[in-house]
Each structure stands twice: as C-alpha cells, then as structure tokens.
C-alpha cells in the first residue's frame, strides 16, 4: 500500500518536474530564426531606451472677469469705529454710546443704509480672523436692531485681518484693528 | 531489503520536493530583485545614498543637473558627492572601481545635445550590483530646462524609491502688486513665478483642482465674498457661489465634482458641500458657534476643521454627512488652518504657540508635533506625497512662501525676500 503511494507521489512530482524542464527547453525554440534572433538582438538597445518629450500645460494669463457694478455711494468717517477683545465679538460698554449716536443717524437719515465691516488683528489666522469679524458686524448690528433700526438697512461684511489700520506689532496697534468700522451708504441705486 | 528501497525512495522524493521548492524560491526572488528598492523611505533609521551627478555639459547642462542636484538634496534622502571628486571623465564608460574608493553608490550620466530642442539622454548606475539600473532619452523645448530638469529627478527618485516624486508639481500663492491681490503660480521650488492677472481686491487661500488646471478661491467683489473658479488653460473666470455674508472656499474634492466652503449666508458661520455639477448645496454642520476652513479626507470620507464650540478655536473631524464629531486638538487655545495629508495619516495646522507655529497631529488626535519655531507660521499645506510641507512665515520679516519636510527639516524661503506672499497651496500632482 505505502509502496503505490509513494510510487504515485514519484510519478506527479516526475511528471511536474519533466513538465517544466520540457516547457523551459519548448520556449527558445519557437520559429524564431537565428536571423531573426541576431536582428531582434542588434535592435534592442536602441528600442529599450524610453523616450519622454516633456510638455507643460501653459498658464494663460487671465484679461477680462465679469464686471460687478458698485451699487451705492459711500460716505466715510461719519462715525466712530467700535473695539472688541482679543477672539471676542461681544459688544463691550464703551462702545454702546457709539452705537446709540449711529442709530439716532439712521432715524434722522431714512434715505441712507449702513454697512458695518468687521475687522480683526494680525495674531489669529485669516479664515477664522472672517469669521470673528463677521461675528462682530453682526453683533453691531444686532445691537442697532435692538435700538429700532430695520434689519433691511444694514448691510455686513468681514474683512477679518485683510484690511488693518494699524501695522505694528503693539497691544494698542492691535485694540485699533480689532473693530467694527461704519459706513454710510447713500442714494440707494436697486 | 524492501524497507531500505522505501527509505531510499523517500529519500528521492524529500529531493525532488526540494529542488522543486528551490526553484519556485529562485524565481520568486527574482522578481523581488527586479523591483528593487535602494532607498526605504519608510524606515526611521534612513542612511543617505551617496549619489554622484554629473554636469551634463553644454549651456543648460549645468542648469539641468544642479535641478536634478537640489531636487534630490532637499528630500533628505541623498548625500551629493561634489563634482570635483570624480575620477571617471563623463564620456568615459562606467566602472564601479572609480567610485567604490569616493562611498558613492549611485552615479546619474548624461550629455545634452542644443539642436532645435534639448536632447538628453540620461543614465543612472548602481555601483554596489556594478549595472545601469535606469536609462531614458528625455527631450525638450529650450524654454523647458526646469521642467527637464525636475522631470529627469522624478524619474530618478522613482527608480531608488519606488515613489513617484513631487519635482514637478506647483504651489499657488496669493500675493499684491500695485494695491491689487492676485494669485500667483510657482515651480514647488519656488522658481518660474507666473501672475494670473485676477486684479481682485482681496482674495483668500487657492485651492487646487485634483487635475491642476483650475484653482478655487474666494475674493471680495462690491462688499460680497463670492467663490470663483479660474480655468487658468481656457482663461475663464467663473462665479460659483455668492451670498451676503462670509463665503471662504475649502478643498475641492478629488473628483473634482464638488467643493466645501464655509458661509454665514443663514446668520452663523457653517460648513456646506456644492456640486459643480448641478450647484447643489447640503449644509453639513448646524450650530451656533463658527465652522470654518474646512478640509477633506485624500479618501473623501472626512473633513477636518476648525470650530469654537468649545469656547476656542480648535480642529475637528467628521465625516462627509457631518456625523460623527470630534475634536483632535486639545493643547494651545487657538489652533486654526488644517490641511489633510495626501497619504490621510496627518493632519497638519497652525497652533498658537505665543506666536503661530505649524503643528502636525494623527486625525486622531494623537502624536502632536510642533514643527516650526521661529515667528507667525500659517496656512500649512501638504506636498502631493505627503512628505513636505509649504506654509508663510514672517520670521525674517517680510511675509513669504516657505517649504520644508513633513519633519520640519530643511525650512527655506522659496519667494523672493521683498515680495509679501501668503497662502500657499500645493497642487495636488
């Protein structure tokens, strides 16, 4: 019995092993001439060597963008700026008179709007230095809301650290930058 | 007797199985030998390869192998063997012998031909196996040297790393000129600066399309913060989002269909996706507090980004539906910017350290690293393959676009020392 076995094994393993000698030896003599074969050998080096033609996509200077049309005209200065806590936008005491003059304007001048910016210092980073001013725009303008002025009027916009008054790198240059900033908008043009 | 035929047939058979064996190892190893790696990128106790690179003659030959020269140097990955030590003149053939006694191990070899267009055949050799392991004929318009030049160490880096090299790809910059913003276009090495002539007044950080022929950016038009899409191939500018309130482009996503950005269009700042398709808008987070710079995941199955919900400015991740949030910094009171790693194993951002320093975390908020020591350092960005990162700093001074490894080696200023430049991001091929 063990004898057939093994007998077995002895003739699979045999067989696999002539198999692949027998494959191994088929290859080389597929129908390829040794013409062919000394033609194929003096052609390789040149076809082995990868070619690569490097190209650049061209950077098209852009000329023309749609036009947006400035809606109002602006009237600066009229009013104080309001301050705000370093990465804070609630309406600090000193700044509520200010507001209160701003909405006594707004009562008297029912033609203007409003435009409230909100800015902040240098020390945070841009994307959420907009969003804080954003933040303290809308906390001005919440604040002039609750004095009696349409919300229709007042118009926000963040300018976060882009646009600073003050550049140096002082606590008092900072308390300057990190504001609300108001601007009358005239002769409303929908 | 029979027994000893059956030991000796067992014998025989123990044989056979084993050559057979041997030859199936033979062959495996082989093809291991085939796709060989000389530098494991991977491995913490990395020894430099000493490669040797020659001057490749000619007007820009010397341009083009010290392109190929500070490619290599500035992975950290490459030790240069000075061009004064060679013994082998450049046309003679190689022979390992002349290199053994310098500790090189690699030598790159090429002589470009100036006819109409450049042409450079280039070959590098593997000293210790004495064979030329890679071998191309590149060609070239003149005005491409430093294409060339990268494309020739891409190659180089792939055949020892098997990783494809980021030396040609780009990083967009915001930077002003006469009171106007613009967005501008450099090499990653900081060279062949291109303005795309956007004449915006403000704009916010680009980010690139996964194909690198368009950018996504906000910029402030009549008191709006809309976000635009520049196809710098065609020239177009298009608008793809405005609303009153604050609208900050995120990453576009890596098929290039959909955009995050952040608005406060509903009153409070909050994450949204549209698609470029169908301008479709979903909003992903709803809460009181500020959702800004938002980032995705190189899977597309996660946002990183930056919430004060927790009465600071710290980073966050969820998933793309806006499930699942956690917060993954807890050090420092105000960590802002994150970028996702292409590889999606790190995420890196600015942390306020006294002043503003890149720190990199695992999104799982273990690990933290602080990178960068030297002044404000924001708006961190990975390189394509995750192992550089560029970012600004204002350490000498003047704002500008810096690049160094993901370890925080090797930081230098890539734009030139009075341009103020800020928001740099790398292209994502």
Known sequence: MKKIVVLALVLVFGYMLIGCAQRKVVQPQSSVTPEEMRAKASERPEQRVPEEKITEQQIAKIETREGEMLTYAEEKSIFEDIHFDFDKYDIRPDAKPILKSIADWLMKNKSADLLIEGHCDERGTNEYNLALGDRRAKAAKDSLIALGIPSGRINIISYGEEKPLCTEQTEECWQKNRRAHFVALMGKSK | ?429
């Open chain 2, 1 to 429: 007797m029979t027994e000893s035929k059956e030991r000796k047939l067992k014998i025989n058979i123990v044989r056979m199985v084993l050559i057979t064996l041997c030859t199936m190892l033979f062959a495996a190893c082989y093809a291991v030998v085939e796709a060989k790696i000389y530098i494991d990128i991977t491995s913490p106790a990395l020894k430099k390869l000493p490669i040797a690179i020659y001057d490749f003659g000619g007007i820009s030959g010397k341009e083009l192998s010290n392109i190929v020269k500070d490619d290599l140097e500035f992975t950290g990955l490459f030790t240069y063997i000075d061009r004064a030590a060679y013994i082998e003149g450049p046309s003679q053939p190689f022979n390992p012998s002349n290199w053994t006694p310098l500790g090189v191990e690699m030598v790159v070899k090429g002589t470009v031909k100036e006819g109409k267009e450049l042409t450079l055949p280039v070959s590098l050799f593997d000293v210790l196996e004495a064979k030329e392991i890679f071998k191309k004929e590149y060609k070239a318009g003149k005005e491409l040297v430093r294409p060339l030049g990268h494309a020739i160490a891409n190659d180089i880096y792939k055949a020892l790393t098997g990783e494809a090299g980021i030396f040609r790809s780009r990083i967009a910059f915001v930077a002003e000129g006469s009171g106007m913003k613009d967005i501008y276009i450099m090499d990653w090495d900081g060279k062949r600066i291109t303005k795309l002539g956007l004449k915006e007044n403000l704009i916010l950080a680009p980010h690139w399309s996964r194909n690198v022929d368009s950018l996504i950016y906000s910029a402030e038009r009549n008191r709006q913060w809309g976000i635009y899409l520049v196809n710098f191939s065609n020239r177009v500018v298009k608008k793809v989002f405005s609303s009153k309130g604050t609208n900050i482009a995120g990453d576009l996503s890596s098929d290039g269909n959909e955009f995050i950005f952040s608005s406060s269009k509903d009153g409070s700042q909050d994450l949204y996706i549209m698609s470029l398709r169908n301008n479709t808008i979903n909003k992903l987070t709803s809460s009181q507090s500020i959702e800004v710079s938002p980032t995705i995941s190189p899977d597309n199955k996660y946002i990183a980004f930056v919430s004060d919900r927790g009465g600071s400015p710290q980073i966050y991740t969820m998933r793309r539906d806006g499930s699942d949030i956690r917060r993954i910094t807890f050090e420092g009171s105000y960590n802002t910017s994150p970028n996702w790693s292409p590889r999606g194993d790190k995420i890196i951002f600015s942390g306020r350290r006294g002043t503003n320093q890149i720190c990199i975390v695992n999104p799982d908020g273990t690990g933290l690293i602080q990178l960068t020591m030297q002044g404000n350092n924001e708006d961190p960005s990975f390189s394509p393959d995750g192992r550089f990162i560029t970012f600004t700093s204002d350490r000498d001074g003047v704002k500008g676009i810096y690049i160094m490894r993901a370890n925080g080696e090797a930081q230098k200023k890539i734009t030139p020392k009075k341009m103020k430049a800020f928001y740099p991001r790398w292209s994502a091929k």
